[in-house]
């Protein structure tokens, strides 16, 4: 009988967010099937290896070849070599990329690698010489995994990859367990005042999320009985903290920090809120729908398709901060609307995001890459 498959996880960053979420998830998953060594382009952070679980097999080596600094092919070998020690090597995003270059020019086990989006500096356009570098790596791996169909397109004729090579796996979360009510003080700080409307956030306070624009379209509300919760850390914390001075809602701002299991708290809120700049397939809304949440968002990536029919009329122009504003007023005044809009979410994440089919094509496609298809079996 084969032993488990040695798993090598090549990330940007190993931080606390959504994607690293998931990976953290699918680690778990698939328990002793697997082993796992992770590295990361940023070696300091490492927070989401706090949500592995107990007993998974999971490694941190401090002497792994760097996935950073100048693409020189002495660099290149030397981590194409370190790569021939595992069975599947998986690659997320461009801080991940040199390790399919590597094995694009010397060879080594079979990659899978994986998109979720674009930091700031491809936000408005992504960069010439990274979409040729994406071009001539990714012609060495098994597949390229997104989540978003706007992903799938750049995918497509930036990247100019076939249509076998791209597969789109939508993200999901464990439904059932956001069903539950609540934990009382899973936010710290954090007690609902009588009459008060909660809207919310969970996201990395980084420049793309654009959580100025929220906490100006909070301002700007005619509803005065509303706090906003935004749940996240990150380099724009104190940027944050100013705008919120600037509009004069600092005393109606809470700022818990990073927390983990949403499931236990998320649903203290009332409106769920994305401002970004650009989103792919963002869990924190699949989140907030599997919670019975209405969300306003911008209307970024896949937003649009993701949410209900009921609530697409809340998805706004990502410059018309008036109209996030407009569509925050309209449910802090609307109880019935609210509660009908996030049913349709919940069933909607019910029906289409839960994780159980999001683990399971994962598992197929890894032991397909590996030449063993029933190495993940049951797994799902």
């Not at 690659?91 to 590597?102: L, P, Q, R, S």
């Not at 439904?175 to 956030?201: K, N």
């Not at 963002?282 to 649009?304: N, Q, R, W």
């Not at 029919?309 to 990502?318: A, C, E, F, G, Q």
Request: one cysteine or more; glycine letters at 8%.
């Amino acid at each position: 009988m084969a032993g488990p498959v040695r798993i090598l996880h090549c990330h940007s960053t190993f931080s606390l967010g959504g994607k690293e979420a998931r990976a953290v998830r699918l680690m778990n998953a698939f328990g002793d099937a697997a082993a796992h060594v992770v590295i990361s382009a940023m070696p300091d952070r490492l927070g989401a290896r706090a949500a592995i679980a107990p007993g998974t097999d999971a490694t941190f080596p401090a002497d792994a070849p760097p996935l950073s600094g100048r693409t020189t092919p002495a660099r290149l070998w030397r981590l194409a070599r370190y790569l021939r020690g595992f069975d599947l090597v998986l690659t997320y995003n461009w801080g991940g990329f040199d390790a399919v270059m590597a094995r694009r020019l010397f060879g080594g086990p079979p990659i899978v690698h994986h998109e979720d989006g674009f930091n700031e500096d491809e936000t408005a356009r992504l960069k010439t010489r990274r979409n040729l570098y994406r071009q001539i790596g990714l012609t060495a791996a098994h597949r390229l995994i997104v989540p978003s169909r706007r992903l799938e397109a750049i995918a497509r004729h930036a990247w100019r990859q076939p249509s076998r090579r791209v597969v789109r796996i939508a993200n999901g979360v464990a439904v059932p367990d956001y069903a539950v009510p609540p934990e009382s003080e899973a936010i710290p700080g954090f007690e609902r005042r009588p009459g008060e409307v909660v809207i919310g956030t969970v996201a990395g306070l980084r420049a793309v999320k654009n959580l100025p624009r929220l906490v100006r379209a909070f301002a700007a509300m005619r509803h005065r009985e509303s706090r906003l919760v935004i749940v996240g850390e990150g380099p724009e914390s104190e940027r944050l903290v100013q705008a919120a001075r600037a509009a004069g809602i600092d005393g109606r701002l809470l700022l818990p920090g990073f927390l983990a299991e949403p499931c236990r708290w998320i649903g203290h809120f009332d409106i769920f809120a994305l401002s970004s700049d650009s989103e792919q397939f963002p869990i924190s809304l699949v989140e907030a729908m599997a919670a019975g949440l209405p969300a306003v968002a911008t209307g970024v990536g896949d937003v649009p398709d993701m949410v209900s029919d009921d609530n697409r009329p809340l998805i706004v122009d990502p410059s018309d901060e008036a109209a996030f504003a407009a569509a925050l007023d309209s449910l802090a005044d609307q109880p019935r609307l609210r509660r009908a809009i996030g049913a349709a979410n919940r069933e909607k994440a019910r029906a289409e995001y839960d994780e159980t089919r999001m683990i399971a094509a994962y598992a197929r496609l890894y032991g397909e890459a590996i030449g063993r298809p029933d190495a993940f079996l049951g797994i799902g």
